[in-house]
């Protein structure tokens, strides 16, 4: 075995130095607190292992915060690097490595992970249903997830990071890229990207299978409805994108030519593999987004969401349509005239299902009582600065104009006020919205509002500049401009929205760590002062019981909650408990993880005989699965029926508390 010692650690610059030391810094903080604390045991059992939805789902976000942090880093060094003209601050190699990174971070391990976890922590709920279809697969789809993560972010500091684009364009990612980079890249997506079809197959299956049998499919509830078109969506695109990240690698390891020219391969094959899968992909994280919005919107409205069945068609002819308009990125290649007007066309068309989706939101606010807590901020917030996204989309979506955005800083800040707008929005109002329910305590508002005015007012103040810096022809991915350019005013601006926007995540962070000490527990699930719409606020807070619903809830319309609400009653009033079966915890998606990521790493360097050991573990715990005896446990009815009482009481005790401070 031959591994390659000189390339292992980084040593180019003193940033990434830096790096390596808070990163076995942070590790021994870590391992010494668990280890101080006892904490092991607890985190292996309750956490690492478990198969409950809402956990999982927390895991999820959690580690998408922190990748939001590292990619946020990546952001503010780029916009540092062109804050002045003729910086050194980075060199041109590193600069390139983390515009790739920050893209590849931002998109597949922040804004899907963050959708995802939000998914697992509501749909189940809102679907009367007591977990996901395939609870293991559950925990495997996120332990897949978090060794591409881990595999993917430790680039930086062993072996070098990938430096051509997040598109990764061959022939740049194949011929002209030695090292390590291009390899973490194509692992580590393929390995989260596992996780993530395994993901959308799970989400499909439970929302038509395993919805409370009374509710009919146009009265699925808007976000478990966009989740499940979004799964279809996984389902359609990631394996496109599995076969060509595949194809890369081997041309990269095993020396095949499916992208070199002078071998009979094709570079243009991994351009139009990719944009097949990222368009898509775009749609996979705006749709579950919208779902947040239009949970929200009502919410806060306190009206049924107007036009719900134009809704879910909306959506419908959104995903149709996400998956021919993937040419609209090849416009200056020499198409044809042809080829580029369908795709033109096709393009424009998205807006009109987006734009009915704007105008139901509006007309759900038209003559509501709206209250303006943050969530609803940030979905108000949404509507404008998205319709600007796709505004100038259109505008790039003509095959003439685009000649002239291309490849600008035009396009950088229409991607942005899509997928800022669109997503990150949602995930903060997501997060806020329900994040009682996954703690038993709400966030404080003052630092929510130093949130989202921070956040609002710096994305703007650093996007918009830019539409104008594109207009002047400034090239994306530039490294460095000259004071002849003319671009400094601008780009100096656009630094200092940057660092406003961190501003307003370090204050999500803090309100996280005050909150937690704070903050009032509330055993009552209906949080937001009594105007949830659906049946997560019918269950208990800080995580409801593993088994959700003692007693499978009626679901007859849209509103049913809120009728329930109006005419006193409670679907725990029902009390005709039976034995609940529910699954064990699984060790197996652990340490498969563990192997694909020990497998992966080893692959990265071309160390083909410790792979291909891991690669036989990935085997074994497959065939561990295969032979388990798991049977899972049954909750008793009587079991049920004592800790339903106890929730029962507290939540007439809270509800009396409240009545008793009204009349005060």
Not at 61 to 76: E, H, Q, T, Y
Not at 416 to 429: D, K, L, P, S, T
Request: glycine letters at 8%.
């Amino acid at each position: 075995m031959n591994f390659p010692w000189n390339e292992f650690i980084v040593q180019s610059d003193w940033m990434i130095t830096m790096a390596q030391v808070l990163l076995v810094l942070t590790g021994i903080c870590v391992v010494g607190g668990l280890t101080y604390y006892k904490k092991w045991k607890w985190l292996y059992t309750e956490w690492l292992t478990s198969v409950d939805h809402k956990k999982i789902g927390v895991m999820y976000i959690i580690s998408a915060i922190i990748m939001f942090f590292r990619g946020g880093v990546d952001a503010l060094l780029i916009r540092l690097q062109l804050m002045t003209p003729d910086n050194t601050l980075l060199k041109s190699q590193h600069y390139n490595e983390i515009f790739t990174t920050h893209g590849v971070i931002m998109i597949i391990f922040m804004a899907m992970p963050f959708l995802i976890g939000l998914m697992n922590v509501v749909v189940p709920l809102q679907l009367g249903a007591r977990d996901v279809a395939f609870p293991m697969l559950n925990n495997l789809s996120f332990w897949l997830f978090a060794a591409g993560m881990g595999l993917f972010n430790i680039s930086f500091v062993l072996g070098g990071a990938p430096a051509a684009g997040w598109t990764n364009y061959a022939p740049l990612a194949t011929d002209f890229s030695p090292g390590t980079g291009i390899n973490y890249y194509l692992i580590a997506i393929q390995i989260a990207g596992i996780g993530t079809l395994m993901t959308g197959i799970n989400f499909f299956v439970t929302i038509l299978k395993l919805r409370t049998k009374s509710m009919k499919f146009m009265q699925i509830p808007m976000f478990s409805m966009t989740t499940l078109i979004t799964s279809l969506l996984i389902i359609l695109a990631f394996p496109i994108l599995t076969v060509a990240l595949a194809l890369m690698t081997f041309d990269r390891l095993m020396g095949t030519s499916f992208f070199e020219v002078a071998n009979g391969g094709m570079p243009m094959l991994w351009a139009n593999f990719f944009w097949v899968w990222g368009h898509p992909e775009v749609y996979i994280l705006v749709l579950p987004a919208f779902g947040i919005y239009s949970e929200i919107i009502p919410t806060f409205a306190r009206k049924r969401l107007f036009g719900h069945q134009s809704m879910v068609w909306a959506i419908c002819g959104i995903a149709f349509l996400s998956f021919i308009v993937w040419v609209h990125h090849f416009f200056t290649m020499g198409s044809g005239a042809l080829v580029n007007s369908f795709f033109s066309i096709s393009t424009m068309l998205i807006a009109v299902p987006t734009g009915v989706k704007i105008f139901n939101w509006l007309l759900t606010l038209y003559k509501g009582r709206i209250s303006f807590e943050s969530p609803m901020l940030f979905s108000l917030a949404f509507i404008p600065n998205f319709t600007l996204g796709g505004v100038t989309g259109v505008m790039l979506a003509m095959a003439a104009a685009d000649y002239q955005y291309h490849n600008t800083y035009f396009l950088v800040a229409h991607f942005h006020y899509v997928i800022i707008a669109g997503v990150v929005f949602a995930c903060f109002a997501g997060l806020i919205f329900w994040y009682p329910k996954m703690f038993g305590h709400k966030l404080n508002e003052k630092i929510n509002q130093w949130l989202f005015w921070t956040f609002t007012l710096g994305f703007n103040l650093c996007f918009l500049p830019q539409f104008l810096l594109g207009l002047d022809g400034m090239p994306r991915r530039l490294y460095k401009y000259t004071q002849a350019d003319g671009w400094f005013s601008l780009n100096f601006i656009s630094t200092i929205g940057a660092f406003l926007m961190g501003i307003g995540f370090l204050a999500l962070v803090w309100n996280v760590v005050y909150s937690f000490g704070k903050a009032k527990r509330e055993a009552n699930g209906d949080n937001w002062n009594g105007l949830g719409r659906t049946l997560e606020w019918a269950t208990a807070s800080a995580m409801p019981p593993h088994y959700n619903f003692a007693i499978t809830p009626k679901w007859y319309d849209t509103e049913t909650f809120v009728e329930m609400k109006q005419n006193g009653k409670h679907y725990l009033d029902d009390r005709d408990y039976k034995d609940i079966h529910m699954p064990n915890n699984t060790h197996i998606g652990f340490w498969m993880a563990v192997c694909f990521l020990f497998g992966g790493f080893f692959l990265v360097f071309e160390t083909y005989i410790p792979a291909i050991i891991f690669g036989v573990g990935v085997l074994a715990c497959m065939v561990w699965r295969s032979f388990e005896k798991d049977y899972g446990y049954h909750i008793h009815a009587e079991e049920l029926e004592e800790n339903e009482a106890k929730l029962r009481e507290l939540r007439e005790q809270e509800l009396q508390e409240k009545e008793d401070n009204k009349d005060e």
